[in-house]
């Protein structure tokens, strides 16, 4: 009897030993990552991208190479078919004769879990519109245990788009899931979470508060989330030119942070910090951004089934 196939389309596809586990297996793949240079020969990934990505895309691919697999794929909808009409189903259910894995990007929320169902073959969402995008999690709840060696018992402010910023709907997710862990969520009123995160933090029981100014709670932070604000999420220029820079943190800020505060950026970062800043110690978004590729190795193995054959 064929096994079920496993597909990531939100964190919570996880169980919390599956997280832990993929957590140390990238932590691992980290240390070694020699040991499992051909862990995935003969294997194929299929990166399928419907919208732009440098990083998601790259480490995707570089995590397949890495694993001694091959990639496959388009980086844009004008290069598929899609250009000529075809439905997503379609391409997917097609790519799944020709790949083992497909990572998936798209600007329709829920165009991945659609693709799910056709694909016969595990999908992994890639990011879909402003919903969710669980491998950046992954990514950076793996910069988080590095940088800090724990997951709980955190302040977290995340500044920007907190509207349009999948990543910050999928992390608050995961990080609710370890006690302790109190929110600080800063954005101009129109960019604030949207209401069924707001109904998860409460559900959660989790302490958060909702600010307009980084100033005020700079020094309280263990991690300040940055994000840019989604310019292709807008329904009009105007309004995002109002609010493009918003927040730009910068050096000067920073002195009111405390010593060991990580600051994040799931990148690409536009104007919302100070290039200055990027030599400072507690800047990780690089790190982060290197993160991203061995949880991709992690993720991959685990959804190929083949992360029983390491020891963990
Ligand atoms: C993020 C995304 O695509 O949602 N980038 C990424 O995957 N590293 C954040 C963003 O585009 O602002």
């Known amino acids: 009897m064929s096994e079920r196939i496993r597909n990531l389309i939100s964190i919570n596809d996880l169980s919390g030993a599956e997280l832990e586990r993929m957590l140390k297996l990238g932590e691992q793949i980290m240390e070694d990552p020699g040991k499992y240079s051909q862990v995935c020969r003969g294997r194929k990934l299929a990166t399928l991208f419907f919208e732009p990505s440098t990083r998601t895309r790259?480490?995707?691919?570089?995590?397949?190479?890495?694993l001694g697999g091959s990639v496959l794929g388009f980086s844009s909808a004008d290069s598929s078919s899609a250009a000529k009409g075809e439905s997503v189903s379609d391409t997917v259910r097609t790519v799944g004769c020709y790949a083992d894995i497909i990572a998936m990007r798209h600007p329709k929320e829920g165009a991945p879990a659609a693709a799910c169902r056709k694909a016969g073959v595990p999908v992994?969402?890639?990011?879909?519109?402003?919903?969710?995008?669980?491998?950046?999690?992954?990514?950076?709840?793996?910069?988080?245990?590095?940088?800090?060696?724990?997951?709980?018992?955190?302040?977290?402010?995340?500044?920007?788009?907190?509207?349009?910023?999948?990543?910050?709907?999928?992390?608050?997710?995961?990080?609710?899931?370890?006690?302790?862990?109190?929110?600080?969520?800063?954005?101009?009123?129109?960019?604030r979470v949207p209401e069924y995160v707001r109904m998860?933090?409460?559900?959660?029981?989790?302490?958060?508060?909702?600010?307009?100014?980084?100033?005020?709670?700079?020094?309280?932070?263990?991690?300040?989330?940055?994000?840019?604000?989604?310019?292709?999420?807008?329904?009009?220029?105007?309004?995002?030119?109002?609010?493009?820079?918003?927040?730009?943190?910068?050096?000067?800020?920073?002195?009111?942070?405390?010593?060991?505060?990580?600051?994040?950026?799931?990148?690409?970062?536009?104007n919302e910090i100070s290039v200055a800043v990027d030599e400072d110690p507690r800047a990780c978004y690089f790190r982060q951004?290197?993160?991203?590729?061995?949880?991709?190795?992690?993720?991959?193995?685990?959804?190929?089934?083949?992360?029983?054959?390491?020891?963990?």
Not at 157 to 186: K, Q, W
Not at 292 to 297: D, E, H, Q, S, T
């Open 58 to 66: 790259l480490s995707f691919e570089a995590a397949m190479i890495e």
């Open 124 to 191: 992994v969402n890639a990011g879909d519109g402003g919903h969710f995008h669980p491998t950046q999690t992954l990514t950076d709840l793996l910069t988080i245990k590095r940088e800090k060696g724990r997951l709980d018992n955190m302040v977290i402010g995340l500044c920007g788009d907190l509207c349009f910023g999948r990543t910050v709907h999928s992390l608050i997710e995961a990080m609710l899931r370890y006690p302790g862990n109190e929110f600080v969520l800063i954005s101009p009123e129109e960019l």
């Open 200 to 270: 998860l933090l409460n559900k959660a029981g989790a302490r958060w508060q909702e600010v307009r100014k980084m100033e005020t709670v700079m020094d309280k932070l263990d991690i300040l989330y940055m994000t840019r604000v989604q310019r292709e999420r807008f329904f009009n220029e105007e309004d995002y030119a109002r609010l493009k820079d918003t927040y730009i943190l910068d050096r000067e800020k920073l002195k009111a942070a405390r010593s060991d505060l990580s600051v994040m950026h799931p990148l690409p970062r536009v």
């Open 289 to 312: 951004a290197l993160c991203g590729k061995y949880i991709r190795m992690a993720l991959i193995m685990t959804l190929l089934g083949l992360d029983r054959e390491v020891r963990i």
